[in-house]
């Protein structure tokens, strides 16, 4: 049998969709083993959460690289020696370049709070609210060089309620996030979906499954 695939998740905050991932692969739902979270921010709560579940992490501050090319260049050091093939962004709050994205590409996913192609950016739930809308959700996809713009593998969607903030409504989100990323990645690692020449490729299998594919 061949070897596990390996994940590298990057965060910047409180980790609970690494959390998520991580359990899916000790689990056995994912086979593949996370094998490095790599956060950007000091004290983030994702590197303790690494550490209860004795995954390898590292923090790589960037505010101590002196641009974006010798930040990303330490994180690749970190990946190839970790022998990362696979990563995951949850909630990583840096943007990549293309040099970047394309060491990893069409292994590399983003989690994004809201239906793209629907407000991609910042503060997503507070815009959805304003904008009335009566639904919103989440979305994972494959990591372009255009901002949240690639390829989307799963949305899940929630319905917005009259009594909603977006406190309430982030909350319910990330219900749903935790449900959908880990079967994403599960997806990408069996080979059911991947990226080729710029476009997405699903297999039958996944299509008829009442999920959102
Ligand atoms: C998630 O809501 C994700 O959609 C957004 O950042 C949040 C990360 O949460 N990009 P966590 O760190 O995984 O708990």
């Not at 590197?47 to 505010?63: Q, S």
């Not at 990583?92 to 192609?117: A, K, Q, W």
């Amino acid at each position: 049998m061949s070897a596990l695939r390996r994940i590298a998740i990057l965060a910047s905050g409180a980790g609970s969709n690494m959390e998520a991932i991580a359990a899916a692969c000790e689990q056995g739902v994912i086979p593949a083993t996370v094998g490095l979270v790599i956060a950007n921010v000091p004290g983030a709560m994702v590197l303790e959460r690494a550490e209860r579940r004795r995954i390898p992490h590292y923090c790589i501050d960037h505010r101590q690289f002196e641009d974006r090319d010798a930040f990303e260049r330490e994180m690749l050091r970190a990946l190839r020696e970790a022998s990362i093939d696979f990563v995951v962004l949850a909630g990583f709050m840096r943007i990549l370049t293309d040099r970047f994205i394309g060491e990893y590409y069409g292994s590399l996913l983003n989690i994004h709070p809201s239906l793209l192609p629907k407000y991609p950016g910042l503060n997503t739930h507070q815009r959805a609210l304003d904008a009335g809308d009566r639904e919103s959700g989440a979305t994972v996809h494959f990591v372009t060089p255009e901002l949240d713009a690639g390829p989307s593998i799963v949305q899940a969607r929630v319905n917005i309620g009259p009594k909603d903030d977006a406190a309430s409504l982030a909350a319910r989100v990330q219900e749903q996030e935790h449900r959908i990323y880990p079967l994403a990645v599960r997806w990408c690692i069996e080979g059911t979906v991947m990226l080729r020449d710029g476009k997405i490729w699903k297999d039958e299998s996944i299509m008829s499954n009442g999920i959102n594919a």
